[in-house]
């Protein structure tokens, strides 16, 4: 009764409660300045037989290596960002590169650099081949409608090869500087590019490439617009003196209602100078013509181009003049809601075939391209798929040479549940060649065939533990009649990684890869590997 007593006084303020002291106020907990993603990871492997065959598609890390770590500061003036990349840095780089970017409402500044590594695909000792990048770019907004922007970019490049051909060492140097803008009711742009090309070695003519490209477009209202450019290059090599090369370039398009749109586009191009590497081309004409249009489910595309060049023999005696006309289209149709099929196609054919100076004189161009290919995609929720057939043909009528390939492939995605999902795709390639020399090795001896097959599956097996695993297997056959190495081969990849996520923001994971591959012609370009690779990631 006495507690009942003193808890109502106390709370009608007759009885003053002792009240506890002031706790220091704790400083505000603020999120760091710079958000910070970084990743690191460790690689191993062990390689028997050819580690340059290996090197030919991927030279897995060794060691300690950093796979890529960020740095974003939270909060910029001006509504701006920026940002700092580096990847693949560490014990044994094979490939790296990095990023630095400023990013403001009206300014943009960016950085990148690259290194790559990589081996000849030879059973030789051959030093490893190296290529350095760098490059820089600034653009901004004068006005809001004009802008410009200026970029500088070089690259050093040795390349080492299978005796007896020599090294490559070469060293290009780029920098472009370009203004765009908004003038009534289109816009207009100028831009100024050089290149440089050394080459250390000699071995190459060292050029040089000057560019001037002027463009403008005009677009009256949505029923249509036209655009045109110009452009004038000089190019000075040594040893061959200097030439030049004009180019023009107008098009057009029309809206037609709701019978489609057309598209109207024509080129022409004038070379002048003492020698190219284009079989001696000094105009080339182009005009093109595109109509899109569509029908309830079904969207069509056609285009017909004709193309002219005046060519001079090689005797520099004569100037021929071949032309070539393209029809080309693609239809595709939704089926069902699930279902869409695409029918594309195309046919080129050449006359007023050009002579050659050989012995032989008569042209050695194919005068005949045809290519068509069907596809069938469906899907759902749970399942997506596809299924096409791809076959191109290269003929040259004169001497009686037809090259053919046919390419089958199928692939589906299942997702079985939430958590679980599988894939698999098949493809089938097969080459044809036929000449008038029946005479063994014919021509078609050395087409080869080729099959490749994949599965895989992706699972969860709780909210924070991933699994994948992809295996690959890959055949190429023909008759071989040189007994050339890669023409006869058989590669397997087993592919497993496991993801652990172990807090809000870090995950850590394992990756091991047993690779084989094995040439049936030559067993010195045979190997196998296993690469294990472990990582960890967070993010703050």
């Known amino acids: 009764m006495g507690a009942i007593a003193l808890a109502f006084l106390a709370s009608s303020g007759m009885v003053r409660a ?8 704790k400083p505000e907990s603020r999120p760091p300045t710079v958000f910070v993603s970084a990743e690191i990871g460790f690689g191993a492997r062990d ?8 090197g030919q598609y991927v030279i897995p890390p060794e060691g300690w290596y950093l796979k890529e770590l960020t ?4 909060s910029m003036p001006y509504d701006g960002y920026a940002y700092l990349t580096l990847r693949g840095y560490g014990a044994d780089p094979i490939r790296a590169d990095a990023e630095l970017g400023l990013n403001g409402a009206r300014h943009r ?27 820089i770019t600034y653009s901004g907004l004068i006005a809001p409608d004009f802008g410009w922007s200026v970029r500088y970019a070089t690259q050093n490049q040795n390349r080492f090869f299978e005796a007896p051909r020599e090294a490559l060492r070469t060293r290009t140097k780029e920098w472009d500087v370009a203004a765009f803008g908004t003038v009534g009711q289109g816009s207009l742009g100028i831009a100024l590019t050089d290149a440089q090309f050394y080459d250390r070695m000699l071995a190459l003519p060292n050029t040089s490439t000057r560019t001037i490209y002027l463009t403008g ?3 009256p209202g949505p029923e249509g617009d036209l655009e045109g450019s110009v452009a004038t290059r000089t190019i000075n090599r040594s040893g061959t003196g200097v030439g030049r090369v004009n180019q023009f370039v107008l098009a057009g398009n029309m809206s037609l209602g709701g019978a489609g749109d057309l598209a109207i586009r024509g080129e022409a191009e004038h070379a002048s100078w003492p ?3 284009s079989a001696y081309v000094t105009d080339r004409r182009l005009v093109e013509t595109v109509f899109s249009s569509r029908y309830r489910t079904t969207a069509m595309t056609f285009r017909w181009q004709y193309r002219e060049a005046e060519r001079i023999r090689g005797d520099g005696q004569y100037l021929d003049v071949p032309k070539w006309t393209t029809f080309s289209g693609r239809i595709t149709n939704r089926l069902t809601r699930q279902a869409r099929l695409t029918l594309r196609g195309s046919t080129e054919r050449m006359w007023q075939r050009p002579q050659m100076t050989t012995t032989d004189v008569r042209s050695a161009l194919w005068d005949g391209r045809d290519n068509f290919e069907a596809r069938l995609d469906v899907g759902d929720e749970t399942f997506s798929g596809y299924a096409s057939w791809r076959t191109r043909r290269n003929g040259n009528s004169v001497r009686g040479t037809n090259v053919t390939n046919g390419t089958a492939s199928a692939g589906a995605t299942w997702t079985l549940s939430p958590a679980l999902e599988i894939f698999a795709e098949y493809s ?17 001896n050395f087409m080869a065939d080729s099959r490749v097959g994949s599965v895989g599956i992706s699972y969860a097996l709780d909210s924070r533990s991933f699994f994948w695993a992809g295996y690959t297997q890959a055949v190429t056959d023909n008759d071989n009649p040189l007994q050339m190495r890669d023409g006869n081969t058989e590669a397997r990849y087993l592919t497993a990684s496991f993801r652990r ?7 850590v994971s394992v990756t091991i890869a047993p690779w084989t591959y094995r040439d049936r012609t030559d067993p010195t370009m045979n190997v196998t590997a296993t690469t294990l690779v472990l990582s960890g990631k967070t993010r703050f």
């Open 71 to 74: 740095l974003q500061p939270r």
């Open 18 to 25: 002792q009240e506890p002291e002031a706790e220091p106020e």
């Open 428 to 444: 089938l390639e097969s080459w044809h060649g036929r000449s008038e020399d029946m005479a063994f090795p014919t021509l078609g």
């Open 217 to 219: 477009l005009w677009s």
């Open 501 to 507: 996520r172990i807090g809000p923001a870090q995950e």
């Open 109 to 135: 500044f960016w950085y990148w650099a690259d290194r790559n590594r990589s081996i000849a695909n030879t059973a030789q000792v051959v030093a490893q081949s190296n290529r350095r990048g760098d490059g």
């Open 275 to 277: 020698i190219t590497e």
């Open 47 to 54: 390689v028997s037989g050819n580690r340059n065959k290996l």
